[in-house]
C-alpha cells in the first residue's frame, strides 16, 4: 500500500523568503505524484503534478516540486513567498491503475508573514 | 460553469440520525470520490466510482454508503450518525481518474457535526 508523509504541520515565513515544503512517500510500485492548495474555506486545487520525463515540474504561480525517486521524496519549493501563498499544502500519491485512489499526506500550513 | 457542486453547506445531526450529503458534477467525468478532511489528518478516501453503477471502497468506509446511478450525481449516506464522523467532507470528479495522472476538481465541502 501507498503511503505519504509531510514532515512538517506547519511552516511559518517571512513574505520575499524562501520555502520548502517536504514531501516523502512509499510505494512498491510506480506511482504518480500531486501537490494540492487548500485556501481558507474552499476546497482543494492542484498546483502541480509529476506524471514522467523531466523529474523538476513548475507550477503558474512560481512553485516548483523536484521527484526524486531514491530518496523517495517530492518537495515542493518556492523561491519568494507572499501573503497569498497562505494556504494548506497537501501532497498526494496515486499509483498508475485503471482506477486510481488519491493517497493523501496530514497537510502543512504555510503562514506567511509580512 | 458550476463544477461540483455539494449540499448542503453545513448540517449539525443527533447520535443515531441519518442523512444524505448530495454531490453533483457537470463536466461528464466519469470518476467521483468522497473525501473526509479532519486536523492534522489530511484526506481520507471514504468511496470512490469509476462509473455510473460502479463504486467501491476507499480507506475509512465503515459508517456510510454511496450509490452511483447516473454519471453527474454521487450521494454519501449516512446511515446511524456518531461523532466519530464529525468531519468537513469534500466530493471531487475527475475525467482521466488519478490512476492516469489525472487531475481531481473538488467542491466546496460540507462540514458536520454530530452532537
Known amino acids: 500500500a501507498q503511503s505519504v508523509t509531510q514532515l512538517d504541520s506547519q511552516v511559518p515565513v517571512f513574505e520575499e523568503a524562501p520555502v520548502e515544503l517536504r514531501c516523502n512517500y512509499s510505494s512498491s510500485v510506480s506511482v504518480y505524484l500531486f501537490w494540492y492548495v487548500q485556501y481558507p474555506n474552499q476546497g482543494l486545487q492542484l498546483l502541480l503534478k509529476?506524471?514522467?520525463?523531466?523529474?523538476l515540474v513548475e507550477s503558474i504561480n512560481g512553485f516548483e516540486a523536484e521527484f526524486n525517486k531514491s530518496q523517495t521524496s517530492f518537495h515542493l519549493r518556492k523561491p519568494s513567498v507572499h501573503i497569498s501563498d497562505t494556504a494548506e499544502y497537501f501532497c498526494?500519491?496515486?499509483?498508475?491503475?485503471?482506477?486510481?485512489?488519491?493517497?493523501f499526506g496530514q497537510g502543512t500550513t504555510l503562514q506567511v508573514k509580512p | 460553469n458550476a463544477g461540483v457542486t455539494q449540499t448542503p453547506k453545513f448540517r449539525i445531526l443527533k447520535i443515531g440520525q441519518s442523512m444524505t450529503l448530495q454531490c453533483a458534477q457537470d463536466?461528464?467525468?466519469?470518476?467521483m470520490y468522497w473525501y473526509r478532511q479532519d486536523p492534522g489528518m489530511g484526506l481520507k478516501l471514504i468511496y470512490y466510482?469509476?462509473?455510473?453503477?460502479?463504486?467501491d471502497k476507499g480507506e475509512v468506509p465503515n459508517g456510510y454508503n454511496v450509490s452511483r446511478s447516473t454519471t453527474e450525481d454521487f450521494p454519501l449516506r449516512l446511515e446511524l450518525a456518531a461523532p466519530s464522523q464529525t468531519s468537513v467532507y469534500f466530493c471531487?470528479?475527475?475525467?482521466?481518474?488519478?490512476?492516469?495522472?489525472?487531475?481531481?476538481?473538488f467542491g466546496e465541502g460540507s462540514r458536520l457535526t454530530v452532537l
Open positions: 463536466m461528464n467525468h466519469n470518476y
Open positions: 471531487a470528479s475527475s475525467h482521466e481518474g488519478t490512476g492516469k495522472g489525472g487531475e481531481l476538481f
Open positions: 466510482s469509476v462509473g455510473a453503477g460502479i463504486t
Open positions: 498526494a500519491v496515486s499509483i498508475l491503475s485503471n482506477t486510481g485512489k488519491l493517497i
Open positions: 509529476y506524471l514522467s520525463g523531466s523529474t
